[in-house]
């Protein structure tokens, strides 16, 4: 009930954070509020904490942001766009997009090695890109029984 209740207010929260970035776009025209950068990656791992059941490491941590139940290490990646980029293979990897309701979208669920294998060359940033039509391709390949199962 306490992952529900974490997970229904989270989103609420984001929810409000989108209606306020509207509210200043229509005061000030021409200006973009959209939450992004390490505000939306941090949106993506409480969301994640709470619906997955992860124990979330301090943030910036290298490479992985959480444990699961049963040990796996997690790379989290939030987006709202139609990408994300990866630094390193993660052992396995999680990849929601935020939705401007508050609301996500589990984009892939699997081995981090199988997306890392698939992701573009290496940017001048050190990061590799992988679009999220790649990633639900991907997903298909993983196993139901092997995805971090949701908790609530």
């Not at 939450?35 to 490491?57: C, N």
């Not at 589990?106 to 090695?113: I, R, T």
Request: charged share 25%.
């Amino acid at each position: 009930m306490e992952n529900t209740l974490s997970q229904k207010q989270a989103a609420e929260k984001i929810k409000q954070l989108y209606e306020i970035s509207a509210e200043l776009e229509r005061l000030f025209p021409g200006r973009h509020y959209t939450p992004d950068g390490h505000m939306i990656g941090s949106i993506g791992e409480a969301l994640a904490a709470s619906y997955y059941g992860l124990e979330l490491f301090t943030a910036s941590a290298e490479t992985h942001d959480a444990k699961a139940a049963d040990g796996r290490l997690v790379q989290i990646k939030a987006t709202q766009i139609s990408r994300i980029a990866l630094s390193s293979e993660p052992q396995w990897l999680l990849v929601l997009r935020i939705r401007r309701d508050g609301t996500f979208s589990e984009e892939y669920n699997g081995p981090g090695k199988l997306a890392w294998e698939r992701c573009g060359k290496m940017q001048k940033n050190g990061q590799r890109p992988i679009s999220l039509a790649k990633l639900r391709i991907l997903q298909a390949e993983v196993p139901d029984s092997t995805r971090l199962p949701v908790v609530l």
